[in-house]
């Protein structure tokens, strides 16, 4: 991976911080000091992050972007507006073994990229304990997302393709905004996960997965959700799990089970016993109610009361199970 699209993708992620409301590059900490590939920015014009990124390199040049990365720290102290920000090494997912060989400095936090957009926090080991939140397989960013509005947002790429050349993030997000002004922000934090889950590449056009979902939601609404539910069926067990026992706990009945978001967040943790990543945020809980009420697992009788329509299994998905529960 080229360093381009590793600052390309890690900006990504910056830009969904709540702590950054600015993305800014190649800038200079101090007068005459180092300049950082990525700088975060929040609404007071501080600087929340200081980003090095490095791309699929030899071990020499990791070795001086942690230089860098650390001199950044002691940069960060003679400027007003840098003073609190947070020293980030970025570097692609498959230099990680590389990484092994090196001792990295403890104020200098390292996140690795993947191809398809997702990116970790590297797990660093202090006496033989991991000391960051737990990662869960196939789990990304999800906020406020709809399988109808990906479905929507999927039909509206294809069709520009056939109209426009290129299509860029602006174009997108406007024809979203026209033609679906149901979907928040352009489609924003749906573009965001589409890609992540490599429905659309970074040029914004369907990848051939994009055109597989696309020959589904053509031929059947039922394949397409089937679908789908692989991408979120972790985000889905989660926190149906954590229902379940929070109604047991409760002494409630499937049919009447009392939880908030914040509840639910809660307990996937405890049961964990991590913080688990994206499902400790109240909204990724949020999403993945909504789009467990789109498959009909769920039904919100009222605010913070649920009853379960039907239980998820690998072999068993909520669309082959016909009986209700009793």
């Not at 390292?110 to 000391?131: A, K, P």
């Not at 520009?160 to 290129?166: A, G, K, M, V, W």
């Not at 040029?203 to 997965?209: E, R, V």
């Not at 400790?280 to 009909?296: H, P």
């Amino acid at each position: 991976m080229e360093e381009a699209r590793v600052v390309e993708l890690f900006s990504e992620w910056l830009r969904i911080r709540s702590n950054v409301s600015q993305i800014q590059y190649e800038q200079q900490i101090i007068p005459g000091g180092l300049e950082a590939d990525v700088i975060g920015v929040n609404s007071s014009g501080d600087w929340t992050y200081i980003v090095e990124c490095k791309g699929s390199q030899g071990i020499n040049e990791i070795v001086r972007g942690i230089g860098q990365a650390y001199q950044y720290y002691h940069q960060k102290q003679f400027s007003e507006k840098a003073k609190d920000a947070e020293i980030i090494f970025v570097l692609p997912r498959d230099s990680e073994l590389k990484l092994s060989k090196l001792q990295i400095p403890e104020n200098v936090r390292v996140y690795l990229v993947n191809d398809d957009g997702n990116i970790y926090e590297r797990v660093r080991r202090t006496f033989s304990e991991y000391v960051v939140e737990l990662q869960l397989p196939n789990t990304f960013y999800i906020r406020d997302i709809e399988l109808d509005h990906i479905k929507k947002i999927i039909i509206l790429v294809n069709r520009l393709s056939c109209e426009y050349r290129i299509i860029n993030e602006d174009l997108l997000k406007n024809e979203i905004n026209r033609n679906y002004p149901e979907i928040a922000a352009g489609g924003y934090n749906h573009l965001i996960t589409m890609r992540s889950i490599g429905i659309i590449n970074y040029k914004y056009n369907l990848s051939p997965n994009g055109h597989y979902i696309l020959d589904l939601i053509n031929s059947s609404d039922l394949e397409f959700k089937k679908e789908m539910t692989k991408y979120f069926y972790c985000f889905i067990m989660n926190v149906l799990n954590a229902m379940l026992y929070i109604s047991k706990e409760n002494d409630e009945t499937f049919k009447s089970i009392t939880c908030t978001h914040s509840q639910i967040s809660s307990k996937i943790c405890e049961l964990w016993g991590h913080n688990v990543r994206f499902m400790y945020d109240n909204r990724t809980i949020s999403t993945a109610i909504r789009i467990m009420k789109e498959l009909g697992i769920i039904e919100q009788t009222r605010r913070a009361k649920y009853e379960i329509k039907k239980l998820v299994h690998p072999d068993y998905l909520p669309w082959i199970i016909q009986e209700r529960i009793r």
